[in-house]
């Protein structure tokens, strides 16, 4: 059996977290998706992923922007100074109007840029989003689970 | 007549020692003649007019008039009157001014010209006097001078500058409060060019004054800074008109300079406070869009999921929080266009009204097809405004317009434009349903609206955007309207040097 995907989330919103987890669950994708509440606690994960390699490594970063305490973008400049992770891929989301433009998120190698969704057809785009972006990662031993095979799951 | 011409007609008469009183009787300036010993021997009825008396005549010595008095009002007895002087020998003085009392006390100003005859031998045989009355021009006189002292009194205890100068530029007057205002004393300053008081940056403003008061134009209320004696700076507004001579050649410019810091503080406070509330609705709206991005999104995941296991009831009451948060999104999205519209700040942009039209009646082809309006439009101008701001009040008035239509009539809108002086005032027409006349000025204020939700849906933001956009131009937005009938919306974009004022 392929071992599931191993996603963090910094979003500060339990709704939000839940309707990525929608998403996610939407498309079938096996994973675990470990949830980080505030910018300290990013921070910090990270620094404990990048020292210590007996970690399951990270598959893909879903990052808010607009986080308490540390914003995304010193979130994204810490994750690309990492030495394990500073390829990993990130969705950012924004909320609708917000002055975080598509434009600052690639200058930091941002993969794929979001808006939090408002409506199903949104959520579920999103959702496949996340499906391509772990697709193109296909390192050995992942697969992208086979339909029906998992859930989205989650631990903190 | 001249005491110069009398002369000569006396020198004319010379030769028989006689003038001829006919003549002097048809005068209408007082003449009398005396003796050698000034004793009088005629007098014209114009001397009776003003002296108030008839004279006796062989009685009545030196003068015709009852009391003399000098300008410095002291009485001047009669054989020291300059008639009395030139008889006795002595200079002949004229031109000086004398004031009398008529025996019914009412008092006169006059000239006395007196004028002495002499024989072959130089000897002095009679005199002849012309008395000018000059009451009148005393008077005027004296009202000028007293309307002088009251000018210079009002100039000296006005609160604001009032300064003159010629069109050199230089400064001719200085009153009081231009001494407190900008620290130099009259004597300082008067004669000195008036660029001393214009900041450096700001020279290039009095040659364009100068023009336009050679232009015989008035500079009214003009807002600028001014340099004190001590090189602080000054808010003034200044009020400048042509100066004319008698023939009304323009010869210099007053100045009323006003001290206006404290206005242009209390502008600034106000302004400030506004921004900051206009930053608390904006970050209001802003904000208001996330947790309602939830309410909808899981009213509809709440549907769809579980919608199959709820009873109609509770469907209903979904789909009101469903109705709700979909108008609420409405309502801030709105908002957010309100408080937007003072970011962008008019500047230099222009904008074609017939692409901004075209857009916007792509972008509306959808509810344009739906209703089966058609709107039309003359040839539109190029208009000094941010192209999104036009875009706005196209919308705004071209939606209405398709949204308030007539169910009896096909909706026709038509879009024209026509010179307002330097600017242009653009019209939106159509023949929906109409404003009753007591909603004309209401239906622009923020969230005003005329219907309920059920009959028509809106905001009741749209208008208010179009008076805040129109306004920030210094425009005006008004509705024409004939209930049953159809509305005319007309806004005006004046010429954007109009702007600054």
Not at chain 1, 121 to 138: F, I, P, S
Not at chain 2, 24 to 52: H, M, Q, R, W
Not at chain 2, 147 to 162: N, T, Y
Not at chain 2, 245 to 250: R, V
Request: include cysteine; proline fraction near 4%; charge should be negative.
């Amino acid at each position: 059996m392929n071992q599931p995907f191993e996603i963090l989330i910094a979003e500060d919103n339990p709704a939000d977290v839940a309707l990525v987890r929608e998403a996610l669950k939407a498309h079938n994708i096996d994973c675990v998706l470990h949830v980080l509440r505030d910018g300290e606690q990013a921070l910090a994960l990270l620094d404990s992923l990048d020292k210590d390699p007996k970690l399951p490594r990270v598959d893909l970063l879903i990052l808010d922007m607009h986080l308490p305490k540390h914003d995304g973008e010193d979130i994204l400049k810490r994750l690309r100074s990492t030495e394990h992770y500073a390829q990993t891929p990130v969705v950012v989301m924004t909320s609708q109007s917000s002055s975080w433009s598509e434009a600052k998120a690639t200058k930091h190698a941002a993969m794929f840029y979001f808006q939090k969704p408002s409506a199903m057809d949104e959520l579920t785009e999103l959702g496949a989003v996340v499906r391509n972006v772990l697709a193109l990662q296909n390192r050995g031993g992942r697969q992208t689970p086979s339909l029906g095979s998992g859930t989205a799951g989650g631990k903190h | 007549m001249t005491a110069q011409g009398l002369r000569a007609s006396v020198h004319v008469g010379h030769g028989s020692n006689r003038v001829d009183h006919e003549l002097l009787d048809a005068l209408p300036v007082a003449v009398y003649i005396t003796d050698s010993e000034g004793c009088l021997t005629y007098f014209n009825p114009a001397a009776i007019k003003l002296s108030g008396r008839t004279p006796q005549l062989g009685v009545d010595q030196w003068c015709v008039t009852w009391k003399i008095f000098l300008a410095d009002g002291t009485l001047l007895p009669h054989d020291q009157c300059p008639m009395a002087i030139a008889l006795k020998g002595g200079e002949v003085l004229e031109g000086i001014e004398c004031l009398a009392e008529r025996p019914d006390g009412s008092r006169f100003w006059f000239t006395p010209y007196p004028a002495v005859l002499r024989d072959e031998d130089g000897r002095i045989t009679a005199g002849i006097n012309l008395l000018v009355d000059i009451t009148d021009r005393k008077l005027a006189q004296r009202i000028a001078a007293r309307e002088a002292r009251l000018l210079s009194a009002i100039v000296d205890s006005s609160d604001d500058a009032i300064v003159s100068k010629d069109l050199n530029g230089t400064i001719t007057s200085w009153n009081k409060s231009a001494e407190r205002l900008f620290g130099y004393t009259a004597e300082e300053i008067v004669g000195k060019p008036v660029t001393l008081l214009i900041p450096l940056d700001r020279q290039d403003e009095e040659p364009q004054i100068i023009a336009r008061l050679r232009a015989g134009e008035r500079v009214d209320h003009f807002e600028t800074l001014r340099r004190r004696k001590d090189g602080t700076l000054l808010d003034i507004s200044l009020t400048i008109s042509p100066v004319r001579d008698e023939t009304g050649q323009i010869v210099g410019a007053s100045k009323i300079a006003r001290d206006i810091t404290d206005q242009k503080r209390a502008e600034g406070e106000i302004r400030r406070a506004n921004q900051g509330l206009e930053q608390f609705a904006f970050s209001a709206s802003h904000d208001l869009q996330e947790p309602l991005r939830s309410v909808k999104i899981y009213s509809e995941l709440l549907t769809r999921r579980y919608g199959g296991k709820l009873d109609g009831e509770a469907l209903e009451f979904l789909g009101y929080l469903q109705a709700g948060a979909t108008r609420m999104e409405l309502l801030v999205s709105d908002l957010l266009a309100y408080t937007q519209v003072s970011k962008r700040v008019a500047g230099s942009e222009i904008a074609d009204a017939n692409v901004t039209l075209t857009t916007v009646l792509e972008g509306m082809s959808n509810s344009i097809s739906e209703s089966g309006a058609r709107v039309t439009s003359d040839p539109l101008p190029t208009v000094p405004m941010h192209g999104t701001h036009l875009q706005q009040l196209f919308q705004n008035l071209i939606g209405n317009a398709i949204k308030y239509h007539s169910p009896e009539r096909t909706p026709a809108i038509h879009v024209s434009a026509h010179r307002q002086g330097r600017g242009w005032t653009f019209a939106v027409t159509d023949n929906g349903i109409g404003i009753a006349p007591e909603y004309k000025e209401t239906v622009f204020g923020l969230f005003k609206r005329l219907h309920t939700s059920d009959e028509y849906s809106g905001t009741g933001i749209g208008l208010a955007i179009c008076q805040r956009i129109v306004e920030q131009y210094n425009g005006r937005i008004w509705v024409e309207s004939e209930p049953g009938r159809g509305s005319t919306f007309r806004f005006t974009i004046p010429q954007s040097s109009d702007a600054g004022g």
